[in-house]
């Protein structure tokens, strides 16, 4: 082997995202040498693109707000195999990591009062669903995410984190004794390949929602922390359960926050009905994002649908008139007249489910320690944490609620930055990676790089992310996912004999886009199996020929194994610290 | 439609050229520029440039095209091509690591000269700092930045003087804080800003008003500055 050049950290955070940042920054700011590692710039990360806000029992729009509501709405918006233990966690300590994020500077939209705006969002309610429609959300505007990457970025700025930008993390790298000592790198920029070695690795590169040939995701989410986990043989959790958000930008796939209809926007079909009413009498508009899919879908399919094909509907948002429009919602008038080209002012948006996060994910404690099960028994992967998207802690289960994938990613990067530098100040001892060890996590590159005849990434990108689209949508059904995985199971070798004709070094994104491939697949094959084996329809997860929650059988997580494709049940955590469990109810909004 | 790509590698090619690449476009649909990108890397993978959200609010595809910076993710092919032809060249005044991708080193430079992070050190209590709605709107064009350098990169002065004018992005965030009812360091912040190079080297071109991607005003912003400036000297 070639001796790659070696850079060593007390931690490597990878991904720039709202959950890396926000690790690397707890981590920075108590004076361990700590790098965030990305693929690209920080503030290019996919965060940017979350708008409506972030939701927290912060008590500004109702001052006898609990967070105990809060967790009870995300226990049920789960379909209840979210851990109730980490909803505890993420809903009580939200408060203090909203407040510090204000405290950083983060320019939060205000009521008249000075305190910070917070907007209704779909699944929220008072008094454990007894207190009608509340308004948990806060919000900069319509540019959430933005406002918040931006100002975390700034806070690392100040805090001096080693920010190594442009660069591709490829597999982990772990020692004789199994401990994750770091990662393999491409600087890409140069090509250069790199060693980089840490004492904690926390996995924070947020979704893959590329897995699908319409996703509101960016381009960059490519599930690169999932793939090498599965790699690696860890398990990964609830994959099969995939959001689609109700309302994507017909053809296009971007995003149109549901903050519009918590300002009072609502979905109408072809014959201009308002029909989530009569899909959730209560919640409306605002019911849980799988029910307000499924209800779209449902329209679509019965002949209801707009446009000449019939195939999406149309978000209304003219009557809350120009100036809402203007001051709350000012991206989405922009994003509607550019990928649209409709003005809502005056006309309503065409809309479409389109995929848009990933529940499942690497799983992990409340620390962010990620866990693999042996022999059912959990296991913690010394060396290994992850949070945000990549990680299911789970606090969303089957289905996330609207605003709850800012607080995550920020209660839980703190979490696991917090426990990593109480780790690092009792100390880390390891044994060092050796050359064998550093060579098995170049595997992969070096097939990519000596391979000259293969196939080629773009056309199979397209079968993979079209094979999805069709066979693991928003309605699921065995038979069709059978044939999905058929599908699947004829890539994998061409998946893995993947060629690139460009083998320069310099900002090579030919080689960084068939590892990304890699990546996506790995994520697709364990969603489809992950997917066929749940026989049960249970928040986003919705089977024809299973209709019907099955607690029996499946009031439980699962944990697909790489090594084997076999899919296992893990219990959920029904024992909070500081409230009575939520039991399962039937869910209706 | 024929297209014409700016290419350089830096490890094969003695010195940059124009690729002219015929694409075939899908009828009654109109591209946005980087579709187009999107389509010739399908059939030449060595392309390189960057890009991520695909929707206007990340900043990473900021490039020249038919002469004008914006961002390839929302310019509509219709809107920029001239005579039939589509030229897209990387953002001006930056050095080329390959292709479209420049180096922004100097570019965030300046960004972090500026102290970009609120500076307040009284005690905040267990809340939230209040402001008024009317303070907050203050930060309403200015916060909404993207990085995205379209507009530095087409600025006459911050081509002459990148690494000591701040350029228009920069001083855009720079006003951001100073702007804002929460920040405690307005006199420091003048006080790193107050020489002739930092600010006044902005000549009120106004590139930066007419091609900044989220419609910001940096002229604007600098011209806040300068007052503030200029009232502290008095």
Same mark, same amino acid.
């Given at each position: 082997?070639?001796?790659?050049?070696?850079?060593?950290?007390?931690?490597?955070?990878?991904g720039?995202?709202?959950?890396?940042?926000?690790?690397? @920054?707890?981590?920075?700011?108590?004076?361990?040498?700590?790098? /965030?590692?990305? *693929?690209?710039?920080?503030?290019?990360?996919?965060?940017?693109?979350?708008?409506? $806000?972030?939701t927290?029992?912060?008590a500004?729009?109702?001052?006898?707000?609990?967070?105990r509501?809060?967790?009870?709405?995300?226990?049920?918006?789960?379909d209840?195999?979210?851990d109730?233990?980490?909803?505890e966690y993420m809903?009580?300590?939200?408060?203090?990591?909203?407040f510090?994020?204000?405290?950083m500077?983060?320019?939060?939209?205000r009521?008249?009062?000075?305190?910070i705006?917070?907007?209704?969002?779909?699944?929220?309610?008072?008094?454990?669903?007894a207190?009608g429609?509340?308004?948990?959300?806060?919000?900069?505007?319509?540019?959430?995410?933005?406002?918040?990457?931006?100002?975390?970025?700034?806070?690392?700025?100040?805090?001096?984190?080693?920010?190594? =930008?442009?660069?591709?993390?490829?597999d982990?790298?772990?020692?004789?004794? $199994?401990?994750?000592?770091?990662?393999i790198?491409?600087?890409?920029?140069t090509?250069e390949?790199?060693?980089?070695?840490? *004492?904690?690795?926390?996995?924070?590169?947020?979704?893959? $929602?590329?897995i699908?040939a319409?996703?509101?995701?960016?381009h960059?989410?490519?599930?690169?922390?999932?793939?090498?986990?599965?790699r690696?043989?860890?398990a990964?959790?609830?994959?099969?359960?995939?959001?689609?958000?109700?309302?994507?930008?017909?053809?296009a796939?971007?995003?149109?926050?549901?903050?519009?209809?918590?300002?009072?926007?609502?979905?109408?079909?072809?014959?201009? %009905?308002?029909?989530?009413?009569r899909?959730?009498?209560n919640?409306?508009d605002?019911?849980?994002?799988?029910?307000?899919?499924?209800?779209?879908m449902?329209?679509i399919?019965?002949?209801?649908g707009? &446009?000449?094909?019939?195939d999406?509907?149309?978000?209304?948002?003219?009557?809350?008139?120009?100036?809402?429009?203007?001051? +709350?919602?000012?991206?989405?008038?922009?994003?509607?007249?550019?990928?649209a080209?409709?003005?809502?002012?005056?006309?309503?948006?065409?809309v479409?489910?389109?995929?848009?996060y990933?529940?499942?994910g690497?799983?992990t404690n409340?620390?962010?320690?990620?866990i693999?099960?042996? =022999?059912?028994?959990?296991?913690?992967?010394?060396?290994?944490?992850?949070?945000?998207?990549?990680?299911?802690?789970?606090?969303?289960?089957?289905?996330?609620?609207g605003?709850n994938?800012?607080?995550?990613l920020?209660?839980?990067?703190?979490?696991?930055?917090?426990?990593?530098?109480e780790q690092?100040q009792?100390?880390?001892?390891?044994?060092q990676a050796s050359?064998?060890?550093?060579?098995?996590a170049?595997?992969?590159?070096?097939?990519?790089?000596?391979n000259d005849?293969?196939?080629?990434t773009?056309?199979?990108?397209?079968?993979l992310q079209? /094979?999805?689209?069709?066979?693991?949508?928003v309605?699921?059904?065995g038979?069709?996912?059978?044939k999905?995985r058929?599908?699947?199971d004829?890539m994998?070798d061409?998946v893995?004999?993947?060629?690139i004709?460009d083998?320069?070094?310099?900002?090579n994104?030919?080689?960084?886009?068939? @590892?990304?491939?890699?990546?996506?697949?790995?994520?697709?094959?364990?969603?489809?199996?992950a997917?066929d084996?749940?026989?049960?329809s249970? &928040?986003?997860?919705? +089977?024809g020929?299973y209709?019907?929650?099955?607690?029996?059988?499946?009031l439980c997580?699962?944990?697909?194994?790489?090594?084997?494709?076999? @899919?296992?049940k893990?219990?959920?955590?029904?024992k909070?610290?500081?409230?009575?469990?939520?039991e399962?109810?039937?869910r209706?909004? | 439609m024929?297209?014409?790509?700016?290419r350089?590698?830096?490890?094969?090619?003695? %010195?940059?050229y124009?690729?002219d690449?015929?694409?075939?476009?899908p009828?009654?649909?109109?591209?946005?520029?980087?579709d187009?990108?999107n389509?010739?890397k399908?059939?030449?993978?060595?392309?390189?440039? +960057?890009?991520s959200?695909r929707?206007?609010v990340?900043?990473s595809? $900021?490039?020249?095209m038919?002469?004008k =910076?914006?961002?390839a993710?929302?310019?509509?092919?219709?809107?920029?091509?001239?005579?039939?032809k589509?030229?897209?060249?990387?953002?001006?005044?930056?050095p080329?690591i390959?292709?479209?991708?420049?180096?922004?080193?100097v570019?965030?430079?300046?960004?972090?000269?500026?102290?970009?992070?609120?500076?307040?050190?009284?005690?905040?209590g267990?809340?939230?700092? @209040?402001q008024?709605?009317?303070?907050?709107a203050?930060l309403?064009?200015?916060?909404e930045?993207?990085l995205c350098?379209?507009?530095?990169?087409?600025c006459?002065?911050?081509?002459?003087?990148? %690494?000591?004018?701040?350029?228009?992005s920069?001083?855009?965030?720079?006003? +951001?804080?100073?702007?804002?009812?929460r920040?405690?360091?307005?006199?420091?912040?003048l006080?790193?800003?107050?020489?002739?190079?930092?600010?006044?080297? /902005?000549?009120?071109?106004?590139?930066?008003?007419s091609? /900044?991607?989220?419609?910001?005003?940096?002229?604007?912003?600098?011209?806040?500055?300068r007052?503030?400036l200029?009232?502290?000297?008095?």
């Amino acid at each position: 082997m070639t001796a790659l050049r070696k850079l060593s950290f007390d931690a490597v955070v990878i991904g720039g995202g709202g959950a890396g940042m926000r690790a690397s @920054l707890q981590m920075a700011q108590s004076g361990f040498k700590t790098a /965030c590692l990305t *693929k690209v710039f920080p503030t290019r990360s996919h965060t940017v693109s979350a708008q409506g $806000g972030i939701t927290c029992a912060i008590a500004s729009a109702d001052p006898d707000d609990d967070w105990r509501w809060h967790m009870y709405d995300t226990v049920k918006g789960s379909d209840y195999i979210g851990d109730q233990d980490a909803i505890e966690y993420m809903c009580s300590v939200g408060p203090e990591a909203v407040f510090e994020l204000e405290h950083m500077g983060l320019p939060f939209s205000r009521f008249e009062n000075g305190r910070i705006y917070q907007r209704p969002f779909g699944g929220q309610s008072k008094d454990y669903g007894a207190g009608g429609q509340a308004a948990r959300t806060c919000a900069a505007a319509d540019r959430t995410g933005h406002a918040l990457l931006h100002t975390l970025y700034q806070a690392n700025l100040k805090n001096n984190t080693t920010f190594l =930008n442009e660069w591709f993390a490829v597999d982990l790298v772990r020692n004789q004794d $199994g401990v994750v000592v770091g990662v393999i790198a491409i600087e890409i920029e140069t090509g250069e390949v790199v060693f980089v070695e840490s *004492k904690a690795t926390v996995l924070a590169t947020g979704g893959a $929602g590329r897995i699908y040939a319409s996703t509101t995701n960016a381009h960059i989410n490519t599930g690169d922390g999932i793939g090498m986990a599965l790699r690696a043989g860890y398990a990964v959790q609830d994959i099969e359960m995939w959001q689609f958000h109700p309302t994507g930008i017909y053809g296009a796939g971007t995003l149109v926050t549901e903050g519009c209809r918590g300002e009072g926007g609502y979905l109408i079909n072809k014959d201009g %009905e308002r029909f989530m009413e009569r899909y959730a009498p209560n919640a409306k508009d605002l019911a849980g994002r799988d029910v307000v899919a499924r209800s779209m879908m449902t329209e679509i399919l019965e002949g209801r649908g707009c &446009g000449e094909q019939g195939d999406h509907v149309f978000l209304k948002l003219d009557h809350l008139g120009k100036e809402i429009l203007h001051s +709350r919602l000012p991206g989405i008038t922009e994003l509607s007249k550019t990928f649209a080209h409709v003005d809502p002012v005056n006309a309503p948006i065409p809309v479409v489910p389109t995929c848009h996060y990933m529940m499942g994910g690497i799983p992990t404690n409340v620390n962010g320690q990620a866990i693999t099960q042996v =022999n059912g028994k959990d296991q913690i992967i010394p060396g290994l944490y992850a949070c945000g998207e990549a990680a299911c802690v789970s606090v969303h289960g089957a289905n996330r609620l609207g605003g709850n994938s800012l607080l995550d990613l920020v209660v839980f990067g703190r979490a696991a930055g917090i426990f990593i530098e109480e780790q690092l100040q009792q100390g880390i001892e390891y044994n060092q990676a050796s050359e064998e060890d550093v060579d098995r996590a170049m595997g992969r590159l070096n097939q990519l790089d000596s391979n000259d005849n293969g196939e080629d990434t773009a056309q199979l990108k397209k079968e993979l992310q079209s /094979c999805m689209q069709n066979y693991f949508g928003v309605f699921r059904d065995g038979e069709y996912m059978k044939k999905g995985r058929e599908e699947l199971d004829a890539m994998r070798d061409r998946v893995a004999n993947i060629a690139i004709s460009d083998k320069s070094k310099a900002f090579n994104t030919a080689r960084m886009e068939a @590892l990304e491939l890699q990546n996506l697949f790995e994520v697709a094959e364990a969603t489809a199996i992950a997917a066929d084996e749940r026989t049960e329809s249970r &928040g986003a997860h919705s +089977r024809g020929d299973y209709p019907e929650r099955d607690d029996k059988n499946w009031l439980c997580h699962s944990l697909y194994h790489p090594e084997t494709k076999k @899919l296992t049940k893990r219990d959920v955590n029904f024992k909070p610290k500081t409230v009575e469990s939520f039991e399962p109810k039937v869910r209706t909004y | 439609m024929l297209v014409s790509v700016y290419r350089y590698n830096p490890e094969t090619d003695r %010195e940059p050229y124009m690729q002219d690449v015929e694409v075939s476009l899908p009828e009654g649909k109109d591209l946005m520029v980087l579709d187009v990108l999107n389509l010739i890397k399908e059939r030449d993978q060595s392309l390189s440039y +960057r890009r991520s959200c695909r929707e206007g609010v990340c900043g990473s595809d $900021g490039v020249n095209m038919n002469g004008k =910076n914006g961002l390839a993710c929302i310019t509509p092919v219709s809107e920029v091509a001239t005579s039939g032809k589509l030229v897209v060249r990387p953002l001006p005044g930056l050095p080329v690591i390959r292709d479209l991708v420049v180096d922004m080193g100097v570019f965030y430079k300046q960004y972090q000269r500026i102290k970009p992070y609120l500076q307040n050190s009284t005690p905040a209590g267990g809340r939230e700092r @209040l402001q008024s709605p009317e303070d907050r709107a203050k930060l309403d064009g200015l916060y909404e930045c993207i990085l995205c350098a379209c507009c530095s990169t087409s600025c006459p002065s911050f081509w002459w003087n990148p %690494e000591k004018f701040v350029g228009p992005s920069g001083l855009l965030q720079a006003y +951001r804080f100073l702007a804002d009812t929460r920040d405690e360091a307005t006199e420091e912040r003048l006080a790193d800003l107050d020489d002739p190079f930092s600010v006044f080297r /902005c000549r009120g071109i106004m590139n930066c008003v007419s091609v /900044c991607p989220k419609g910001l005003n940096p002229t604007k912003a600098i011209g806040h500055i300068r007052d503030m400036l200029l009232s502290r000297a008095t």
